[in-house]
């Protein structure tokens, strides 16, 4: 008894002197300052300091109940509002705010949940920031840091061993993460402008970061696993210049996205849904587009777009497939779609306005094209089991389109030149052919149908040469 009368004595010592160093100046400005503390080794501080004349209303509100629970906040400026609640053991929350019209609010504890060890560290400097956060479990650390004039940050982190740390710089940025069970991780970094974040992780071993400088930039990302108790998902958003979006979402384990966005206007967004998928996207330019979908397992994509206007579409539905997209130019289109296992595509522009289209849905299937000049269109559709397509185009304005259905076909198509044109169509099994157009204006046209092996070469050089083949 003598113990808890001496502990509310003390209390009640140190909100009076806080009382009377904000008290001075030439008007009396409005502060109020509440400490609440139960149990032992509690220990709670608040320093509230305005300078200026004329009203100013702090509030500063601590309330401890546990074991060991240590409290600092420190507000200097007008208007300032901190709340600090911790309820369990070992609790720690630092709270500084330096400027006018802040608000903090945090809380540790409860939730069904016995509490150890957890940590809050908060600090803001400008005016209108805001900052509210909760931490129910074991072991959770969570730092918030901004600087500027109306940021705001919202988190809650449940169970256990999850981190976070949010540093943003500049006007009206916005962070909110939710982490869910255990050793989860969230690092975000902004000095921007108008930019938001928007991290939602809810199994254990989950890891985002997210870097946004320039102005208004919006990331979001979503890993979860509805399968099992375990994540180990990890997502990495870059993106500097202005007005970029990226979006990843992850529904599986051990999954692994990462998006770099430079200049303007740029937009990603990643699905991938199995386990042990792995993209990458890269867009250096404006306006560019990518949208990547994975589902199955051991997928792997990667996607290089530099220039403005270019597109990528890329969905990868089986086991161990491989894309790679890497367009560099102006107004380039890449559409490529997998459906089987172990199939590997590969598309390469370089130049303006071309265009490649590429569809397998078997196993083992491989595509291939190269496209260099302006204006070029290649398309390539595979149906059966290990066919062979490779596409060569360097010119302007040529046109390859290539369709085998069955099996084991096997095309190889090289055009150089202008204002080439090749269509083949095989539909059997174990047919074979092979093009070569060197100049400009040529056509050529190949149709094998059913039963084969059939084989078909055309070499033209020169201008305006038309060849036809078709055997049934």
């Given amino acids: ?25 030439p008007t009396t400005p409005f502060v109020a ?8 080794f509690n220990m709670a501080q608040i ?3 305005e300078v200026p004349t004329g009203a100013a209303t702090h509030y500063g509100r601590i309330r401890q109940k546990g074991f060991s629970n240590t409290a600092y906040t420190k507000q200097e400026g007008l208007r300032d509002y901190a709340v600090t609640k911790q309820f369990g053991l070992i609790n720690n ?5 330096f400027g006018n019209d802040n608000g903090v609010e945090v809380q540790q504890g409860r939730n069904n949940s016995w509490v150890l060890d957890n940590n809050i560290y908060v600090k803001q400097t400008g005016d209108d920031n805001c900052v509210i956060g909760k931490q129910f479990g074991n072991y959770n650390m969570a730092t918030v840091n901004q600087t500027g004039n109306l940021n705001y940050t919202k988190f809650r982190q449940n169970k256990d061993s999850n981190t976070l740390d949010v540093a943003q710089t500049g006007n009206l940025n916005t962070a909110d993460v939710f982490q869910n069970r255990n050793y989860n991780q969230a690092y975000i970094t902004q000095q921007s402008d108008f930019s938001t974040v928007d991290v939602d992780q809810r199994e254990s071993d989950d890891l985002a970061i997210i870097v946004q400088s320039g102005l208004n930039h919006s990331a979001r990302v979503l890993q979860d696993n509805t399968s099992s108790s375990s994540g180990n998902n990890s997502a990495i958003i870059a993106q500097f210049g202005d007005s970029h979006f990226s979006s990843v979402i992850q529904k599986g384990e051990f999954n692994s996205a990462q998006n770099t966005q430079t200049i303007g206007n740029n937009t990603s967004t990643m699905r991938q849904v199995g386990g042990y998928n792995s993209a990458t996207v890269g867009q250096n330019g404006d306006s560019d587009f990518s949208d990547l979908k994975q589902t199955g397992d051991q997928n792997l994509a990667t996607v290089d777009q530099n220039g403005d206007d270019n597109t990528s579409n890329l969905i990868q539905n089986g086991n161990q497939n491989f894309t790679v997209v890497d367009q560099l130019g102006d107004t380039n289109n890449s559409y490529s779609k997998q459906v089987g296992n172990n199939n590997l595509n590969r598309n390469i ?3 303006d306005q071309n265009d490649v289209y590429s569809l397998q849905r078997g196993d083992y299937n491989l595509y291939e094209s190269l496209q260099q000049g302006d204006q070029n269109y290649a398309y ?6 290990n066919n062979l397509n490779v596409s060569s185009q360097i010119g302007n304005s040529n046109y390859n389109r290539v369709n085998q259905r069955g099996d084991d076909n096997i095309t190889d198509v090289e055009q150089i030149g202008n204002f080439n044109k090749n269509e083949t169509l095989q539909v059997g099994n174990m047919h074979q052919v092979y093009v070569l157009q060197n100049g400009d204006l040529n056509c050529s046209k190949i149709e094998q149908t059913t039963n084969g092996p059939h084989l078909a070469t055309v070499v033209q050089l020169g ?7 078709i055997q049934m």
């Fill in 47 to 49: 320093n509230q300091t």
């Fill in 349 to 351: 522009q370089t130049g």
């Fill in 463 to 469: 201008t305006s040469n038309t060849a036809c083949i």
């Fill in 1 to 25: 008894m003598i113990m808890k009368n001496l502990l509310f004595g003390a209390m009640a010592l140190l909100a009076t002197v806080c009382y009377a160093q904000k008290s001075s100046g």
């Fill in 93 to 97: 929350a630092d709270v500084y705010q």
């Fill in 33 to 40: 300052a509440e400490i609440y503390q139960t149990n032992s």
């Fill in 380 to 385: 390539s559709k595979q149906i059966g089991n």
